[in-house]
Nanobody, 121 residues
Framework: QVQLVQSGGGLVQPGGSLTLSCAAS????????MGWYRQAPGKERELVAI???????AYADSVKGRFTISEDNAENTVDLQMNSLKPEDTAEYYC???????????????WGQGTQVTVSS
């Protein structure tokens, strides 16, 4: 099995910065994609940023130029650096990995436990 463990998050003032981290462990043959999603109260979960293996990073329009996703493939970790935070960035943030457990297995989705980010003065 695979586990994703998130860290980081918390309360920050508008204009501030936070870094979220996510580490995968367990039966990992290869990671196809790493990403971050968020869900605000009363809203659907939305994509924040994704990094396909060997592919280009993609960001939601609302975070472009402010958020940066970075991965460490050797450690099976992904970070989300969030700068110039706005109150509308307030949400529960989730990391998502698509992982193959073996060479011929299809990728499966795994999710972190979620971490709250609150942007408020």
């Amino acid at each position: 099995q695979v586990q994703l463990v998130q860290s980081g998050g918390g309360l920050v003032q508008p204009g501030g910065s936070l870094t979220l981290s996510c580490a995968a462990s367990g039966r990992i043959f290869s990671i196809v994609l790493m990403g971050w999603y968020r869900q605000a109260p009363g809203k659907e979960r939305e994509l924040v940023a994704i990094k396909p293996s060997g592919g280009d990073t993609a960001y939601a329009d609302s975070v472009k130029g402010r958020f940066t996703i970075s991965e460490d493939n050797a450690e099976n970790t992904v970070d989300l650096q969030m700068n110039s935070l706005k109150p509308e960035d307030t949400a529960e943030y989730y990391c998502n990995f698509k992982i193959r457990g073996s060479a011929f297995a299809p990728p499966k989705d795994y999710w972190g436990q979620g971490t709250q980010v609150t942007v408020s003065s």
